[in-house]
């Protein structure tokens, strides 16, 4: 999952997005684990 | 919200949840869009004539490249092609630009390149019209070089002056049915036109366009 | 419920706004007609109008009549959601003239002087030269007083007044595309860094605060047309915006593939701009959902046939089209190819035009106190002609795409030469052709747009009054 950084310029964003997965890895979960946890609050709070 | 609402029971069909989502998402994005900004202008800033004289590779090279050669070879760590700036070459007869000199001549160039409209026929970087050819390589297109049509066409020996003959005249040296029109190009904004094309093609494009001049013998027909 | 509305000055100032929009619709057709004509025979005008002229001033109208419409349509709504006239409306009607003459001065030095010397004189007087933001200048700033004058009107009411989940979603999505304009208001010498805040305004336009902006439209337009139910509408829109500006704002990402930007935007962009299209179908669900619910029973039939071609140009148009291309895998095949022209031409006319239309039909409706405006057999041929025309030049373009990405790109390596064999292709110049032929259809059309939104009005009351 981690391979050599290959942009021109190191960075941090730069760093994320070595190797084919973790920018992507990082990204989606930043869309999914907010949606995940309103969901289940959300379903607890309904009572289920 | 009116007098009359009321607060549903599950928060999928609340309006407060859904504008409030509204509020944290679109902040959230922006914020984020706006930390990728900084970093990516820091990377985007164009280098200077010590970067080159030091070989430091900087993604928008300085100006200052127009007195060395540049090729664009497909690069195994990237895993695509990228600009590579070489030894000393002449430019318009001279390799001993100064940086404010190099600096004065994209400046011209690239005014003319907005005066004069180029980018809604063109496209620059891929963007722009799509009637004429981009022109992020031109400067290394085979058409140009020796042995190319332009040369041949204008009576020039080098890209350079290849170029800065057409673009005073482009109507004259035609090589195809759709002509350049003749934009009353001074040779001084050619010049920097010629500058401005040169230092273009030694921006990291990430690769693109994609196996630029790969197929040798069909580029000659 | 009388459908007859007091006679608001912002609502008369909206159908100002509306009327020059139409007029600069024209303009971008007859430029469009003229460009896409020297594709096929390029000394057409050669040295005297050239393609790059005719192709800036199709551009350039194309946004200048949005803007002008989604103004109107903003002057529009006010005073209906606020329950008050529009404050500061005699700056604002000041404030249209001014812009007006601005346009008309801009318009015929472009058609006049056309290109000017490589100094910054030309960028402040003749044309800044950057795709879409070519007006010089001067001229930038004059549209920035104008749209200040603008926001505050929009603020200033919606203060005094009532205040609605539209109206809020409004205000914030203003004060957004207004400011994004100055990012495109300066000049630099590296073409990367002056792409990069191209990027913002032209992006951060279309692809998100234009995108809202029309999800405001749709709301204030379903609830007006077939009386659909506020709460559950302002939910919607809600929804849009989270999904809008949490794909569109990041999906910038897709434009800093090429450009000499760093390689992690092809994550970023791969990603949010595949989503991007999520919102478009949520908005095209909406608007079914919405019409099934009130079993198609509307007061304005030809608003209505044009939100609907809206739902499915919007989803089709910027979300199929768009998606086509926006993986970075494809994209470097297709970059600065007829596919984009493909996508532009359906994604701003199923996104934008048609909602903008359908708008006007609202006004004519409303200004004449029509109880019920049923499409004329004019209207019907209009909406569909127009339909027909621009899906089909984007089918052509979209084919000829497809030649320059395999012929030119993949197969000659985006040489020159490859270009102009690519552009010689057999099927590259059918497409070219068909995109003629689907523009005059366009344009029959259009002009029988125009004839229906000058003369429904008469005829709805004459209708009514037999």
């Avoid at chain 3, 159908?15 to 619709?25: G, I, Q, R, T, W």
């Avoid at chain 3, 007859?30 to 005719?54: C, K, R």
């Amino acid at each position: 999952m981690f391979t050599e950084f290959t942009d021109v310029v190191p960075s941090f964003w730069g760093m994320l997005n070595q190797g084919p997965m973790t920018l992507t890895i990082f990204l989606h979960s930043i869309i999914v684990l907010p949606m995940y946890f309103i969901y289940k609050s959300e379903k607890k709070r309904m009572g289920h | 919200m009116s007098e009359d609402y009321k607060e549903p029971e599950s928060v999928w069909t609340s309006n407060r949840f859904w504008s409030r989502s509204a509020g944290w998402v679109t902040g959230f994005s922006a914020v984020l869009l706006i930390l990728l900004t900084m970093d990516t202008l820091d990377q985007i800033t164009i280098g200077s004539a010590k970067d080159l004289e030091n070989k430091v590779t900087k993604r928008v090279p300085s100006a200052s490249v127009i007195n060395y050669k540049v090729t664009y070879e497909y690069s195994d760590v990237r895993g695509h092609e990228v600009p590579v700036i070489g030894e000393k070459e002449l430019f318009f007869g001279r390799s001993d630009y100064s940086e404010a000199e190099a600096n004065a001549l994209l400046d011209k160039g690239k005014l003319t390149s907005q005066a004069k409209n180029c980018m809604n026929c063109h496209t620059l970087l891929g963007n722009g019209a799509y009637y004429a050819p981009d022109l992020t390589k031109a400067w290394l297109d085979p058409a140009w070089q020796a042995g190319g049509v332009m040369q041949g066409m204008t009576g020039t020996t080098s890209v350079d002056e290849a170029m800065s003959v057409f673009l005073q005249n482009p109507d004259k040296y035609a090589s195809h049915a759709r002509r350049m029109p003749n934009l009353g190009i001074t040779p001084e904004e050619a010049k920097g036109l010629v500058a401005f094309l040169k230092q273009m093609s030694s921006i990291d494009t990430n690769g693109f366009p994609r196996n630029f001049n790969k197929i040798q013998g069909s580029t000659q027909k | 419920m009388s459908i007859a509305t007091p006679k608001y000055l912002s609502q008369s100032l909206a159908m100002k706004y509306f009327f020059v929009a139409v007029v600069l619709f024209g303009a971008q057709l007859v430029m469009g007609l003229i460009a896409a004509y020297q594709f096929i025979d390029p000394e057409f005008l050669f040295n005297v109008f050239n393609f790059s002229t005719a192709r800036m001033v199709h551009i350039n109208a194309l946004v200048v009549w949005m803007l002008y419409a989604m103004i109107g349509s903003a002057y529009w709504m006010l005073p209906e959601e606020t329950g008050i006239e529009t404050v500061g409306i005699k700056l604002g009607t000041l404030g249209f003239y001014v812009l007006t003459l601005a346009v008309t001065v801009v318009v015929l030095v472009y058609i006049l002087v056309q290109v000017g010397p490589g100094t910054e004189a030309s960028i402040w007087l003749i044309n800044e030269g950057r795709e879409y933001l070519e007006a010089p200048r001067w001229a930038d700033i004059g549209i920035t007083v104008v749209v200040l004058i603008f926001v505050y009107n929009v603020f200033a009411t919606v203060m005094k007044g009532k205040r609605t989940g539209i109206t809020t979603v409004l205000m914030a999505d203003l004060i957004a595309l207004a400011g994004l304009y100055l990012a495109g208001m300066f000049y630099t010498s590296n073409i990367t860094m002056d792409q990069f805040w191209w990027w913002w305004v032209i992006h951060l336009w279309v692809e998100a605060t234009w995108e809202v902006f029309v999800g405001v439209l749709i709301a204030y337009g379903l609830i007006k047309v077939m009386h659909a139910n506020r709460q559950i509408v302002e939910m919607w829109l809600w929804i849009e915006v989270t999904m809008l500006f949490g794909s569109g704002i990041l999906g910038m990402g897709h434009h800093y593939f090429w450009i000499g930007t760093p390689e992690y935007w092809w994550e970023i962009g791969a990603l949010f701009s595949a989503l991007e299209p999520v919102p478009l179908v949520g908005m095209l669900v909406h608007v079914i959902y919405d019409m099934g619910k009130h079993n198609g029973k509307v007061n304005n039939g030809p608003a209505f046939n044009w939100f609907i071609v809206n739902a499915f140009g919007n989803f089709l148009g910027a979300g199929v089209w768009g998606f086509m291309h926006t993986l970075p895998q494809i994209n470097i095949y297709t970059h600065g190819s007829q596919f984009t022209a493909g996508h532009g031409h359906l994604a701003f006319y199923g996104a934008y035009a048609t909602i903008l239309i359908g708008m006007m039909y609202v006004a004519i409706q409303r200004r004449n106190g029509i109880e019920e405006m049923r499409s004329t057999s004019t209207s019907k041929w209009a909406v569909s002609l127009i339909t027909i025309g621009v899906l089909g030049m984007t089918v052509a373009l979209t084919l000829s795409g497809y030649v320059q990405a395999f012929v030119e790109r993949a197969e000659y390596g985006a040489t020159w030469d490859g270009y102009f064999i690519a552009q010689g292709a057999t099927w590259f110049t059918q497409g070219i052709d068909w995109r003629l032929a689907m523009g005059v259809v366009t344009f029959i059309g259009f002009l029988l747009l125009v004839k229906d939104l000058l003369t429904i009005a008469k005829r709805s009351k004459a209708l009514a009054n037999s």
